[in-house]
């Protein structure tokens, strides 16, 4: 399997750092070499981050490049459109179809980009759009967006379900184990709609 | 099996396995997980310092009683524990002793760019660079036996996508951890004129069997591809190369001062063209070129910011990848003091007032930005307390119109010695120490006010007041910020008063006590649209068509919005 590069991108304290956690560790359990890399401190307080996720047979540089990520996970959609040029050629962006306004925005100094999803579906070949933060709600809790989302990008890769689920049980804690489950399932099953809506 | 860490876990996981018994550190991005995760080892007695000299000299001490030892700082902290490392880079250790330093290329989360490699060619001492996880992990092991076996503080250098980057180690069982005995000896260890002078030609003794020693080091290899093409390069630039230029022979430096100049001569005779590639300074350059070879660096690659693989197939003039354009516009988005902190209430008033407001590190740095917009300068660690006070003997009529303000970590970190400067030298300066109980911009480590020990046992808290009265200051006041009104008042009294104050805000940072407040929404039959809420900078309010609106997945309910509301359109929700 050629090298398989993911970014997971968001607004800092929405949780990419626990999903990317979970997305390192499937990766793990495939038997490939695998970097990550993310970046902690002041973008944590709520500015753009991103998460590099890199897995093949051999991999040097942790860092995905302009033009080379196979998927990206947004989990709001500005940060999908600031990462969007990152994308291959025939990649996938999965976008949560949640607005986060940046302090730029709230203090009018620029706008908020109207039509984005409508920008990144004429450039990208794939764009799963989902409501994470909605489905979120429905099983139980806000937080568990960033699972969420997972499970919509594991319905586009090409690994087994059950590792992705066994690699949640690793690494969510017992007591919200359940509740991440449930995220997962959701946003793989609304991928998947989403998907056929799509074509 | 392999098991995927940081490197930063991977150092914590190397002093587990090669004896480190004593850890020391202050919390600083990218260093700080190092010493929270040798944390998870009971084996090892692993703190917290109130500063990165108090860590350096901890280590000191507990390398000379015999102990190994790791010590890890921010490259910003080297400055702060510079003083220590280059006199007992003179005395040399008992038990080994590795410096870590975690350099930030791109300032991702810092104040400057500066590469600490310069430090080890500085003071003296041997410097390693890893690559990867695997290699930071080695090299802890590898700089505890050089540090032994050539009597000298090793510096091991890494930068934030080593220390941040997951990559797959091999974990080993831990050796044996034993202190060694210590021996009296005031020659090596008295740092007074007459034996520094003997301990400073022990220095060139000591330099010449380094630079043996580094020619023959496993570390530094060469791995042999087309000899068209020759590329020296050390640390996270490793990585880069070995994608950028597959087929180039390359000679990686993992073991970088001294550098070892038969190596490097043997590599570039060997190769047609030969480049360096390095992040940041010209460190491996400057030295290449002063032995006369010639070699292509800096003029083709930045020195400002990170490397990346892109960035080095663009200065080769590579073959270009067809890239999709980057999207036009896109505001950018700059971080944010949480919905709900304790800080953004005193911002808030210090813009209304319109105070000089002498700044410093820590989250509350963010209160600089639109629409807080009420910070003046942030140069270093502590420098808030002094520079009010420089600004004052500046311009002495604008006394009554300056703070400072500095948070309650911070304070302890280097803001002590300023406020008792202010005390000494008849300053009258109001000094606000914003104390939310943790150091929250690092990830929320305890220090010595909260009470807590790195592992979060029970310890004595430093009484920041007492403190301050104790050095002499008589105005102390301890309010809560989200009480407004009081601490305008208090604030505006103070500043007047021709005295020096100190007036600590205590509320501890919402990301460590749970909000349970119902939320708050705006009656958009009461908002008049007049943007008064839009000053606090509260991420949870947005405005759109003559509308404030607060996101209910942002809002922790903490209020503060609802008192500078004139109209009083907001309200709260029932949880
Ligand atoms: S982490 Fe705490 S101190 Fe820092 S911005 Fe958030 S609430 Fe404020
Ligand atoms: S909207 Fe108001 S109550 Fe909610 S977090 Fe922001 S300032 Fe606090």
Redesign the pocket.
Known sequence: MPTQNILLVGVGGQGTILASKILAEVAVMQGLDVKMSEVHGMAQRGGSVVTHVRMGEQVHSPLVEEGEADFIVAFEKLEALRWAHYLREGGSIVVNDQRIDPMTVITGQAPYPPEILETLQADAEEVVVIDALQLAREVGSIKAVNVVLLGALAQKMQIEKSQWLEAIRRIVPAKALDLNLQAFEAGFQGAGIAAQADS | MKTLLTGNEAIARGAYEYGVTVAAAYPGTPSTEILENVGQYSEIKAQWSPNEKVAMEVAVGSSIAGARTLVAMKHVGVNVAADPLFTFAYAGVNGGLVLVSADDPGMHSSQNEQDNRNYAKFAKIPMLEPSDSQEAKDYVGLGLSISEQFDVPVLLRVTTRISHSKTLVELRDPMPRTAKAYVKDIKKYVMMPAFARQKRMQLEERYAHLKAYSETAPVNRIEWGNRRVGVITSGIAYQYVKEALPSASILKLGFTWPLPNQLIKEFAAAVEKLYVIEENEPYLEDHIKTMGLAVVGKEIFPSVGELSVRIIERALDGPLQTVGKRAANVPVRPPVLC??CPH?PVFYLLKQLQLFVTGDIGCYTLGALPPLDAMDTCICMGASLPMALGFEKAHPELAEKTVAVIGDSTFVHSGITGLIDIVYNGGTSTVLILDNSTTAMTGHQEHPGTGKTLRREPTAALDIEALCKAVGVKRTFVIDPFDMEGLKTLIKREVATREPSVIITKRPCVLIVKQD?P??SIDHEKCVGCKM?MR?G????SHANKKST??PA?????????QVCKFNA?VREVR
């Open positions: 919905p709900g953004r407040e939320l708050l809420c606090i509260c991420p949870a309010i607060v996101n942002l809002c922790v309910g903490c209020g503060v919005c609802a907001f």
